[in-house]
């Protein structure tokens, strides 16, 4: 079918990470020495980028950094419209993160404490906590909201593009999950089958899968859903929603992240644009999902609404191939350029894979299939383990493979030896720790970085600007994608001219001090 293509949207990422305190080799502290997990978030967070008071930061790049509920740290990057724009900003806010974690660990290191900080990028905790990796995406209201019915299925637009949507995420993870070791007692981890030596019953796709009981839910935390519905635009809400995912596993490789990002990005444009995904909604995503998270290669049920029986992996193949015809009629979106291959070449590689039963073509590329290598090579370097050595051999991989310290993570490693594939430039990289993409977070990079150059005291949010001292109106940022404001200009040009007899201290009493959120 015709279409024209829809205009540019707003991307981010918001990844959650754990974090563990531990000795620093044979000779570091005793645990009992270490802080816990509290008061090893704490001290991450005093050792933030300079002229900040609180733990809750918007940066000059554009992106947010703070300390979630259960002293998670979180970094959320700015406003993205490219596939590589989002990867490195996400890079950038980890290599912020840890930075201030080894500044942490000399910190302790000059009061007689040897110890690491460990900033870990997975999904599930020692206790079975989850967190995760949100995404977000701006889309016309319209696509979300209900409209008239249609043929298919009888209910709003909104309904009907949400039901896609779920049934398109509840498959995603044979693409883009980034795989997990199977516990003891898992429906895909029989006794006789892990007896046998059959690599396949050690091993699910999907670490976040368990966790996840609805499909959508406005609650984040006490009902965790695919996707949070609660209408928070960060924008003008006369014209846009934010589709707010909260479903993906967190991910490490490049590739994998820009994946996921493509393939969504793809499939909004070509649902605003009227292409028709309704005869692969299916009939119980959820229970889809959850089979994936015991699954080795996504062959799981995936029954549709009117009956067919599909696998995971079929539903994902037949989004791409329309998603690919939709590429051909309207053109290679901007969002892509400098990411083509990914859709082009890396999403076929990833079904072909999965249907062979063969990592070998992706297993630099593609979380779960990396992850899947490094386990069987430790399987066969240590033949004489099982049982619970070798369960725990395996968590120890898991941890190592998602852990941002330079020193004992795989990641750095990996990718120096080409084990690791890179989508971006270390230069884009290290450009995006301070520079701002060019959306409406480049305006507020240059407010963020006004203030923090004179000492002014300021307050900000995702669609606003204010400086407190000497107080001012807020700006208001109400258009995503917008570069130019001249009210936000004056007001950063303002900042610069500040005199400091002009400026005071604010208390910090229930403000959270220099640079909160209004």
Not at 2 to 27: D, I, K, N, Q, Y
Not at 79 to 86: D, I, N
């Amino acid at each position: 079918m015709s279409a024209s293509a829809p205009g540019p949207r707003v991307t981010g990422l918001e990844t959650e990470f754990g974090v563990l305190c531990a000795p620093a080799g044979p000779s570091g502290a005793a645990k009992e020495d270490l802080p816990d997990v509290e008061r090893a978030a704490a001290l991450i967070f005093r050792h933030r980028p300079a002229g900040y008071r609180s733990t809750n930061l918007f940066l000059p790049n554009g992106g947010r950094l703070y300390l979630d509920i259960g002293a998670h740290p979180e970094y959320a990057t700015a406003e993205c419209v490219s596939v590589r724009s989002l990867v490195a900003q996400d890079q950038a806010g980890r290599e912020i993160l840890a930075a201030m974690a080894e500044r942490a660990a000399a910190g302790l290191a000059q009061m007689g404490t040897s110890a690491r900080f460990h900033l870990l990028a997975n999904n599930t905790d020692s206790a079975g906590h989850t967190y995760g990796c949100h995404e977000s995406y701006s889309v016309p209201r319209h696509l979300l909201d209900d409209a008239p019915g249609t043929e298919s299925v009888d209910v709003g637009r909104g309904e009907v593009t949400m039901a896609v949507l779920t049934s398109f995420f509840a498959t995603r993870p044979v693409l883009v999950g980034s795989g997990r070791p199977l516990e003891p007692g898992a429906a895909g981890s029989g006794t006789d089958a892990r007896g046998s030596g059959d690599e396949d019953a050690f091993w699910g796709l999907s670490p976040r899968a368990p966790h996840l009981k609805a499909l959508t839910s406005a609650d984040t935390t006490g009902q965790r859903a695919l996707v949070n519905t609660r209408d928070e635009p960060h924008a003008d809400a006369t014209r846009l929603r934010r589709l707010h995912v909260t479903c993906a596993d967190t991910t490490m490789a490049e590739p994998t992240t820009g994946l996921r990002s493509a393939v969504t990005l793809l499939l909004l444009d070509a649902l605003e644009a009227g292409w028709d995904f309704t005869d692969l909604i299916l009939a119980d995503p959820l229970a889809t999902l959850s089979a994936l998270g015991e699954s080795p290669w996504g062959d799981v049920p995936a029954i549709t609404v009117d009956g067919r029986r599909l696998s995971a992996v079929d539903i994902q193949e037949a989004f791409l191939e329309r998603m690919t015809s939709y590429l051909g009629d309207a053109g290679v979106p901007d969002f892509l350029r400098g990411a083509e291959h990914l859709l082009e070449d890396l999403a076929p590689r990833v079904i072909s894979a999965l249907r062979r039963h063969d990592t070998s073509p992706i297993d630099t590329e593609i979380d779960w299939a990396i992850k899947r290598r490094l386990m069987s090579a430790q399987r066969e370097r240590h033949p004489q383990l099982s049982g619970g050595a070798l369960e725990a051999l395996r968590s120890r991989v898991d941890l190592a493979y998602h852990d941002l310290n330079a020193e004992t993570g795989l990641g750095p490693r990996l990718v120096a030896q080409g084990a690791m594939a890179r989508l971006c430039e270390s230069e884009e990289i290290e450009r995006a720790r301070h520079t701002p993409p060019a959306t409406r977070a480049a305006l507020r990079g240059a407010f963020v970085a006004a203030c923090l150059e004179v000492g002014a005291d300021f307050s900000v949010t995702w669609e606003s600007l204010r400086l407190d001292s000497p107080p001012t109106a807020p700006v208001d940022l109400p258009d995503p994608l917008a570069t130019v404001s001249d009210a936000a200009e004056s007001l950063t040009q303002r900042v610069r001219r500040l005199r400091p007899e002009e400026m005071h201290r604010i208390d910090l009493v229930g403000r959270g001090g220099l640079g909160a959120p209004g």
